[in-house]
């Protein structure tokens, strides 16, 4: 069955370190969307993509970035983690029709 | 997007309906009526949605006023796993595919 995959799950890292979230579909989307989600804030989205070379901020994008180099995949890189970026991240990935996402299970960034 | 009222939390008895609603008062004729939930700890999880006529889906039906302000999402048989946040969210398809999640409202079914 298509499915969409993140990892790692659960991940520790130090400030100052850069990191990156994999996240992987098999759907064929070309669609795919990275969201964080913490306490008090719900789901805000970071950085997506509609295609293969395209991406976009979305509404709390500073110091996250990503690259679409192919279909399958968005990783997310920190590219100096931060304890303010200590969260759950959420990939999530849609076809333009119909258009509804479907997310991953998440990965936990602490950032110590 | 439009935004979406909610009260923050509800309950029902194992078996029976949960009817979630939820207000959209602003919004526009392009745009669609969304809900997604969230079992804790897991992510979102497409439910249902809708423009204007009612739709049903193995999980749920969505019933949209005809004014399209409000709507209801019923769970026609809730079950101790149908415990979750759920999000109703409006917003337009096409290009702009941006979901807005706001706090949504919490459902807890008892046994």
């Known amino acids: 069955d298509a499915e969409i995959t993140q990892s790692p ?35 805000r989205l970071i950085h997506y993509s509609y295609g293969v070379h395209d991406t976009n901020k979305g509404e709390v994008s500073d110091g996250y970035s990503v690259s679409r180099s192919n279909t399958e995949d968005l990783p997310l890189t920190l590219e100096s983690a ?11 990935s849609s076809e333009s029709i119909p258009d509804t996402q479907y997310f991953g299970p998440g990965t936990r960034l602490t950032v110590l | 997007d439009a935004k979406t009222t909610q009260p923050p939390s509800m309950d029902c008895a194992e078996g029976r309906a949960a009817n979630l ?16 939930r969230q079992i804790h700890s897991q992510g ?21 006023t005809e004014d399209r302000k409000s709507s209801t999402l019923i769970l026609p048989h809730a079950t101790l796993r149908d415990t979750a ?16 999640f706001g706090k949504g409202i919490t459902l807890s079914v008892r046994p």
């Open chain 1, 82 to 92: 931060a304890s303010s970026q200590t969260s759950v991240y959420f990939c999530a």
């Open chain 2, 85 to 100: 946040v759920y999000y109703c969210i409006v917003r337009a398809t096409g290009a702009n595919s941006k979901l807005t």
């Open chain 1, 9 to 43: 799950r659960h991940k520790i890292t130090e400030t100052g370190r850069q990191v990156t979230l994999a996240c992987h579909q098999t759907w064929n989307h070309n669609n795919m969307f990275w969201y964080r989600q913490d306490l008090g804030h719900g789901l």
């Open chain 2, 21 to 36: 609603p939820c207000n959209h008062s602003t919004i526009s004729g392009n745009e669609y009526v969304y809900w997604y």
């Open chain 2, 44 to 64: 979102p999880q497409y439910i249902i949605h809708g423009l204007k006529n009612n739709e049903t889906n193995e999980m749920a039906s969505l019933i949209i």
